[in-house]
């Protein structure tokens, strides 16, 4: 793999970006995932530490199987885009609906995983709450609460890497086959360098803009926002979430037509995994 091809398939990635039609379909899923972040943020206001530190990550896991529906669907359309073929999403949707189904469900497993260590998150902060013993018990198993949130947060990494390499491998193949998990990982595991590295450059992009749309959100909130009631605070975040979602959209697409030339290169590069 040389620059010369990274350069070339990142070029192509965001060429097939700006599609209107890519857009205005990726567009109504983020506000989707951007209400359930609204919702959570507004039954955090005013709830304790341990809720508030749940309903921080809770967006994510929901968010993921719908995010993994839709980028089998874009990457079945950039498919058709680079290689000339006339396409209709319509017909695409259409004939996806059944592995959409199955696709959402991918990501339960994580969810699962995250209620459990949110539940497990529960029993150090009750254990902290006991009276005389509590502030001593809560120096002592710091690391428990460390180790936790560290879970969370690998479990949300975990999220961007199967949407990343098991997206197109699901988009591209006719069905989705019960070896999934099996082939992601032998195909990651024989090149880890690369796969890595074109990992982190499909997602460089994505980060740059949430991080740059998350801090003028953050500056919004502490210098405009008004401090009211639970309702007006969750209207508040709403309107500020359209515009955010509507400018994360090309990073989002990029992102997946970035994952689809990445597998069509390692697909060239190195020998199939043996089925």
């Not at 749940?54 to 950039?78: C, E, I, N």
């Not at 969370?152 to 990343?164: D, E, Y």
């Not at 460089?204 to 009211?228: D, H, K, M, Q, R």
């Not at 390692?266 to 995994?273: D, G, H, I, L, S």
């Amino acid at each position: 793999m040389t620059f010369q091809e990274i350069e070339h398939i990142f070029n192509r990635a965001s060429k097939y970006t700006f599609s209107r039609r890519k857009l205005l379909f990726m567009f109504p899923i983020l506000v989707v995932c951007g209400l359930m972040l609204v919702f959570c943020r507004a039954l955090a206001v005013n709830a304790g530490q341990w809720v508030v530190l749940s309903l921080t990550f809770l967006p994510v896991f929901l968010s993921s199987g719908l995010l993994l529906a839709a980028g089998v669907v874009l990457a079945r359309v950039y498919h058709h885009e680079v290689k000339m073929i006339p396409l209709s999403f319509k017909k695409i949707l259409s004939q996806s609906w059944e592995l959409l189904i199955g696709v959402s469900y991918l990501t339960f497993p994580l969810l699962l995983a995250y209620l459990f260590l949110w539940m497990v998150m529960g029993i150090f902060y009750l254990l902290k709450e006991i009276p005389a013993l509590g502030d001593v018990l809560g120096v002592i198993l710091a690391f428990g609460p460390f180790l936790l949130v560290l879970g969370s947060l690998a479990l949300s990494f975990f999220n961007l890497f199967l949407l990343f390499f098991a997206t197109p491998h699901i988009a591209l193949n006719s069905r989705l086959k019960l070896k999934l998990a099996e082939d992601v990982y032998s195909r990651f595991k024989e090149n880890l360098f690369t796969s890595l590295s074109l990992f982190l450059i499909g997602l460089v992009p994505l980060l740059l803009i949430v991080g740059i749309l998350s801090l003028a959100a953050f500056l919004t909130g502490i210098s405009f926002f008004i401090e009211a009631k639970t309702l007006a605070i969750a209207l508040q975040w709403f309107f500020v979430m359209i515009p955010f979602c509507a400018m994360l959209t090309p990073g989002i697409l990029f992102f997946f037509n970035f994952a689809v030339e990445s597998y069509a290169l390692m697909q060239r590069k190195y020998r199939p995994v043996t089925e």
